[in-house]
Nanobody
Framework: QVQLVESGGGLVQPGGSLRLSCAAS????????MGWYRQAPGKQRELVAK???????NYADSVKGRFTISRDNTKITVYLQMNSLKPEDTAVYYC????????????WGQGTQVTVSS
């Protein structure tokens, strides 16, 4: 059973920074594409960033240059460093593990709230 546990959310002022972590229980972690998604109230869940097992990254246009996704395969953890935060970044952030390459499904964490407000 795949489990993903996010941490690091909270309240931050505009212009501030947060680092989200996602600890995974996943034996094939180093080969799996991991992602961060977010969902704001009344909006659909959207991709923020993803990173392949080989380290290739992809970002939503709205966060390029401000957010950085990374992974530590020895710690079986993926991170999202968020800088220059804006009020519109306020959302619940979800960690995702994409196992569809192996005929399985995508797995989700429980989410962590990020609120950007003065």
């Amino acid at each position: 059973q795949v489990q993903l546990v996010e941490s690091g959310g909270g309240l931050v002022q505009p212009g501030g920074s947060l680092r989200l972590s996602c600890a995974a229980s996943l034996s094939s972690f180093s080969r799996v594409t991991m992602g961060w998604y977010r969902q704001a109230p009344g909006k659909q869940r959207e991709l923020v960033a993803k990173i392949t097992g080989g380290g290739s990254t992809n970002y939503a246009d709205s966060v390029k240059g401000r957010f950085t996704i990374s992974r530590d395969n020895t710690k079986i953890t993926v991170y999202l460093q968020m800088n220059s935060l804006k009020p519109e970044d306020t959302a619940v952030y979800y960690c995702n593990a994409d196992l569809t390459t192996w005929g399985q499904r995508k797995y989700w964490g429980q989410g962590t709230q990020v609120t950007v407000s003065s």
